[in-house]
Nanobody, 121 residues
């Protein structure tokens, strides 16, 4: 069993900065991709925010436009998202995702419960 626990959600003013973190725990041999997705409207499809592979390759959603930076600590099974110059449209529930390989299961996708970020003017 694998759990993803997100932290760092909350409220931030427009133009401000904020950081999200996610730690994976459980029966983990290795983790392929780790990253963040978001639901701008709850229940609608999640859009890519940022993802980083085990080797460190990074990919960002088009809307990020250089404002966010994803980082990963493989030793701690943690992924972080540093967000700068936040705007109202960044208000969303942010979900951590990890593709985990276990001792007795192949690459399997896991999601965190989601953490809200609210940007106010």
């Amino acid at each position: 069993q694998v759990q993803l626990v997100e932290s760092g959600g909350g409220s931030v003013q427009r133009g401000g900065s904020h950081q999200l973190s996610c730690t994976a725990s459980g029966t983990i041999v290795s983790i392929n991709d780790m990253g963040w997705f978001r639901e701008v409207v709850r229940g609608q499809s999640r859009e890519l925010v940022a993802v980083v592979t085990a080797s460190g390759s990074k990919r960002y959603g088009d809307f990020v436009k250089g404002r966010f930076a994803i980082s990963r600590d493989n030793a701690k099974n943690t992924v972080s998202l540093d967000m700068k110059n936040l705007d109202l449209h960044d208000t969303a529930v942010y979900f951590c995702k990890a593709v985990v390989i276990g001792p007795d299961f192949p690459a399997t996708q896991y999601w965190g419960r989601g953490i809200p970020v609210a940007v106010s003017s």
